[in-house]
């Protein structure tokens, strides 16, 4: 039985699922299996992983009956899957060079925790690379980052809730029946699903996924009503928290969710100016509804969001906009807008985060 299995869900990714796979089979070990998941993709993605999978033993095709989207791919990879744990890894992005042998020789290692958290790397369409905050978050935690549990260390919730930066153990995954959803923002109930139900958890600081945001494939960066589904899905998640008692854990999630709805209630690239101010009441709305005792709104935005002022909010928008804008104008012209990034050799990239 292979240690690590990854499960790549497939879908209209010809222009890039070579590279990703390069990417995993890299490394030449043999404790690893990938199981790619062709969800009815009508391109030639299919083709590209059956020849893969003809050239190397440790690839294995999977196909769905009917294309159900990312989230019923990967429960399908899940399924199928044979390794003591899995990394879904998306098939537009990569895998860092040694992440594969870093990550199997952790798993083999006497005390591996039921979760890894590893670092990653965004890719933006213009080839800069910016890595994210874990090893700064690692920084300032006040346990073993090799080995803990969640309530230890409440600060490690808002470090993403994307799949592709978590590694964990299959059978806590299948004994604990969590499968990914419908619809959209389907990472944030298996996410916390995934937090509330593991013993411990492990962080990797070695970068070791490379995340492409592709605009043209980005549900982010799509404006469109199906961006109400996250209320769905936080819904989702506070019910599979009902038996989590403990003030602390709910808190920080709670931190996290009203941090969540404001950015996705503040970015034009999702919500049209016509949709804003229900989403405004329906983030209001869920907010009250799980408010822990013990939180306290932290700013402006989640003051004015408890108070369900929508028309001050709307007021300070357009005032931090302006702001914002001046300074932009005032900026000196030999001041870069931001610090320089290093490049990568690659070019496009994939969605964002929240």
């Not at 699922?17 to 299996?33: F, I, W, Y």
């Not at 440790?58 to 990967?74: K, M, Q, Y």
């Not at 001046?326 to 690659?346: A, C, K, L, N, W």
Request: hydrophobic fraction near 40%; proline fraction near 6%; glycine fraction near 6%.
């Amino acid at each position: 039985m292979a240690e690590l299995s990854v499960v790549v869900p497939v879908f209209k990714a010809e222009q890039y699922l070579a590279d990703c796979l390069r990417s995993v089979l890299q490394s030449p070990t043999e404790r690893m299996e990938v199981v790619v998941v062709d969800d009815c993709s009508p391109d030639d993605s299919g083709r590209i992983a059956a020849e893969f999978a003809r050239r190397d033993s440790r690839v294995r095709l999977s196909r769905t009956e009917a294309n159900g989207g990312s989230g019923a791919a990967r429960n399908q990879g899940l399924r199928q899957a044979t390794g003591e744990y899995v990394w879904f890894v998306d098939a537009d992005d990569r895998v860092a060079p040694g992440a594969v042998e870093r990550i199997v020789e952790r798993i083999g290692a006497d005390r591996c925790p039921d979760l890894l958290l590893i670092q990653h790397s965004r890719i933006s369409s213009d080839g800069v690379q910016r890595p994210a905050f874990l090893p700064r978050l690692a920084e300032e935690s006040p346990v073993d980052t090799d080995f803990f549990a969640l309530q230890q260390w409440t600060g490690i919730i808002p470090y993403t809730h994307t799949p592709w930066t978590k590694i964990a153990r299959r059978e806590l995954l299948a004994d604990g029946g969590l499968e990914f959803p419908s619809g959209w923002y389907t990472d944030i109930p298996w996410t916390y699903g995934l937090l509330r139900r593991v013993n411990s958890i492990g962080l990797v600081l070695e970068e070791s996924y490379l995340w492409h945001q592709r605009p043209q494939s980005s549900i982010t960066l799509t404006q469109d009503r199906k961006h109400f589904d996250v209320f769905v899905q936080w819904e989702r998640t506070w019910r599979d928290w009902d038996a989590v008692e403990d003030d602390g854990l709910r808190t920080a999630l709670f931190e996290h969710m009203v941090w969540h709805l404001l950015i996705v209630m503040g970015n034009t690239d999702r919500i049209v100016p016509s949709h804003r101010r229900e989403f405004f009441l329906a983030a209001h709305d869920i907010c009250a509804r799980y408010r822990p005792p013990s939180w306290k709104p932290k700013g402006l935005k989640q003051r004015l969001l408890l108070a369900r002022s929508f028309r001050s909010y709307m007021f300070f928008r357009w005032v931090w906009r302006l702001v914002r804008l001046v300074r932009g104008r005032r900026r000196p012209r030999s001041e870069p807008p931001t610090p320089p990034q290093r490049r990568t050799s690659r070019s496009p990239a994939s969605s964002i985060e929240a």
